[in-house]
């Protein structure tokens, strides 16, 4: 059984089930404790319920409330999961212009070990095991090849 006090908890926001389960599966096999939700509204109400993810892996493009809606009522709350999100997007520079400065964005397809270790980086639990990310450089918020 995986500890909530040592392994970060990761709540996947995906719309398309084969890829919010590949996620999960991906992100399990590196020791994350996982939740899912299927749209920005399922976020909404987890949170509400008491969940305490230490990181949101969040699409944009979701039915009933998109991730766009998902940051904008986290910020409003001035909630601590506003500053640990990272998106997961095939949207284009217009949509991705949209988002607050500080957001750390990844483009689909992306290399899993990119994202890994941008997890690790955002919920360390033990922060002398977190590796520096390779090939990446963080650009105010924003996680871009180099």
């Known amino acids: 059984m995986k500890d909530l006090m040592t392994e970060p908890h990761i709540l ?6 084969a890829i919010r389960r590949l996620l999960a599966t991906i992100l399990e096999r590196y020791d994350f ?3 899912t939700a299927s749209d920005g ?6 949170l509400a319920a008491g969940s305490k993810p230490d990181v949101l892996l969040l699409d944009l493009m979701m039915p009933n409330v998109s991730g766009f809606g998902v940051i904008d009522e986290l910020a409003r709350q001035q909630h601590p999961l506003a500053e ?4 997961l997007t095939a ?5 991705i212009s949209q ?3 500080l957001t750390r964005i990844m483009r689909k397809p992306f290399e899993v070990e990119r994202l890994i270790n941008a997890l690790r980086e955002l919920a360390p639990r033990d922060p002398s095991t977190v590796p ?10 924003v996680i871009a090849e180099a």
Do not use: F, H, K, M
Request: proline share 16%; aromatic share 0%; glycine share 8%.
């Open 41 to 46: 509204a399922d976020v909404l109400r987890q």
């Open 99 to 101: 988002l607050p400065p």
């Open 12 to 17: 996947i926001a995906e719309d398309e089930p």
């Open 33 to 35: 404790i996982v939740t």
């Open 84 to 87: 640990r999100i990272i998106v």
């Open 132 to 141: 520096p990310t390779p090939g990446a450089t963080l650009i105010p918020g």
């Open 91 to 95: 949207a284009s520079g217009n949509e």
